[in-house]
């Protein structure tokens, strides 16, 4: 199988906190795992491409320093969202890819549903 | 920059009958991956099916198939024999070749299942 996890699933943070949220890959190693966001009733916006070892690539329009990724192992990769205010809340996907028989393929997480208060 | 048009944005269809939902999409690639997502209400993204370009022959998976058409640049979504569980979000998705290589998706189709 291939499982990828997110935690929290569910966080309600105060405006000008900073917010980790971490990707799993529970059964595979994953060199490469991707951020997304997505608003409600809108489709997935990538935001970054993350890779183990090395500095994260940004979308365009999308502040790095606002929005921190870390690759650090084959199977963690961690999006910490800093200084979050209410625009930030939306509902962040992650997914990572696995080698397979017929190419890469990404596997998702649940998603972690971010509201900034 | 490649991007994907999907320009239903609900379909609605009864119980037991067939539905096709519609992707077009724009590249100068010749080498690409074509995916289909379902986004249940628990919004986890599903690969529900998926197309390598370099394959002539459509792909299918149980009661889902598509209709791949690479010169027309079009990739649509048959779904059979349509069940109340196949009511979500449904995303089309262009990838190229490669480990790195991001998803683009459409906008999406709502698909509404009904008795």
């Known amino acids: 199988g291939a499982v990828v996890s997110q935690h929290p699933s569910r966080v309600i943070c105060k405006s000008g906190t900073s917010v980790k949220i971490e990707c799993r890959s529970l059964?595979?190693?994953?060199?490469?795992m991707f951020w997304y966001r997505q608003f409600p009733k809108k489709s997935l916006m990538l935001m970054a491409t993350?890779?183990?070892?090395?500095?994260?690539?940004?979308e365009q329009g999308v502040e790095k320093d606002k929005f921190l990724i870390n690759h650090a192992s084959l199977t963690l990769s961690t999006l910490t969202v800093t200084s979050a205010h209410p625009e930030d809340s939306s509902f962040y996907i992650c997914?990572?890819?696995?080698?397979?028989?017929?190419?890469?393929?990404?596997?998702f997480g649940p998603g972690t549903r971010l509201t900034v208060l | 920059a490649q991007t994907v048009t999907q320009s239903q944005p609900e379909m609605s269809v009864q119980e037991a009958e067939t539905v096709t939902l519609s992707c077009t999409y724009d590249?100068?690639?010749?080498?690409?991956?074509l995916f289909w997502y379902k986004q249940p209400p628990s919004r986890q993204m599903i690969l529900v099916i998926r197309?390598?370009?370099?394959?002539?022959q459509n792909a299918t998976e149980n009661r889902f198939s598509v209709n791949f058409q690479k010169a027309a640049k079009s990739f649509s979504l048959k779904i059979s024999d349509s069940q109340l569980g196949d009511a979500a979000m449904y995303f089309c998705?262009?990838?190229?070749?490669?480990?790195?290589?991001?998803?683009?998706f459409g906008t999406g189709t709502r698909l509404q299942v009904t008795l």
């Open positions: 059964d595979f190693q994953a060199t490469t």
């Open positions: 997914s990572a890819s696995k080698a397979g028989a017929g190419g890469y393929e990404q596997f």
């Open positions: 197309q390598e370009a370099y394959k002539q």
């Open positions: 590249t100068s690639e010749s080498d690409y991956y």
């Open positions: 998705a262009y990838r190229l070749t490669g480990t790195a290589s991001k998803l683009t």
């Open positions: 993350s890779n183990e070892g090395s500095k994260a690539t940004y």
